[in-house]
């Protein structure tokens, strides 16, 4: 899990969004936290507009914390309850 944070001001617009997603569909307010989980390591950018129009956009690169590890079963079982009396 990762979280994202940022503090802009004085823009246009601003989005956030994860590698391969339009970044059209993703506006975000000046001020936000954001917290993701991604399976895979995977880009997170955020685009703003500034007041005379130009474009910044930075990379904040998130590693998956589960890389190449598979599910292990620990215990697997069955309860039977004791017969009542």
């Given amino acids: 899990m990762h979280r994202h ?3 802009v001001s ?3 617009e601003i989005y956030f969004y994860e590698q391969g997603q339009s970044w059209e569909n993703h506006p ?3 001020n936000e936290d954001r917290t993701v ?3 895979q390591s995977t880009s997170y950018y955020l ?3 500034k007041s005379d ?3 910044e956009t930075q990379e904040q690169r998130s590693r998956s914390p589960h890389r190449s590890k598979r599910p292990v079963i ?3 079982g069955l309860y039977r309850p004791a017969p009542s009396r």
């Fill in 5 to 7: 944070h940022w503090r």
């Fill in 10 to 12: 004085n823009v246009k």
């Fill in 28 to 30: 975000v307010t000046g």
């Fill in 37 to 39: 989980c991604p399976s």
């Fill in 47 to 49: 685009r703003v507009v």
């Fill in 53 to 55: 129009y130009s474009v």
């Fill in 74 to 76: 620990t215990s697997f």
